[in-house]
């Protein structure tokens, strides 16, 4: 099964014009570190925007709370995600590096954008989502 599954690659250094980047940001939208500072230097991210598509990257803040309040946000991308079905989102491993989260603690959040042909997920999120959804079979 796996074989078939597209996953986000590692280090993503360009994009098609149908594409996007999808990072951990903050709300204040300072860029500075990890996935965002890429986001801002490769891929239009706007310093200031926390929230959203700029250029061909789609920031979620992670940096606000915890897990409950970074659920909202990822909500607001899968609807965007949905109505956006002939662009292609890579979902980095959001919340996961500076804002020191467990993938175990986000993938979850992303369990609806698996079943979008659109999204991409990191290999690590999409892994968590099957096991978790093969232990509520049983």
């Not at 979620?60 to 079905?85: C, H, N, S």
Request: glycine residues 10%; aromatic residues 12%; charged residues 25%.
């Amino acid at each position: 099964m796996d074989e078939y599954l597209k996953y986000t690659p590692e280090n993503i250094t360009s994009l098609e014009e149908d594409e996007v980047f999808v990072f951990g940001s903050n709300l204040a939208g300072a860029h500075y570190g990890g996935a965002a500072y890429t986001a801002v230097k490769r891929f239009g991210a706007i310093m200031g925007q926390g929230v959203g598509m700029q250029g061909q990257s789609y920031a979620i803040p992670t940096m606000q709370g915890g897990v409950e309040t970074i659920k909202p946000y990822v909500d607001e991308f899968i609807e965007l995600a949905r109505e956006w079905d002939q662009t292609t989102f890579y979902v980095t491993r959001i919340g996961c590096g500076i804002a020191g989260f467990k993938d175990e603690e986000i993938a979850p959040l992303f369990d609806e954008a698996m079943d979008l042909y659109n999204v991409r997920l990191p290999e690590s999120f999409a892994h968590i989502i099957r096991r978790n959804r093969e232990l509520s079979k049983k």
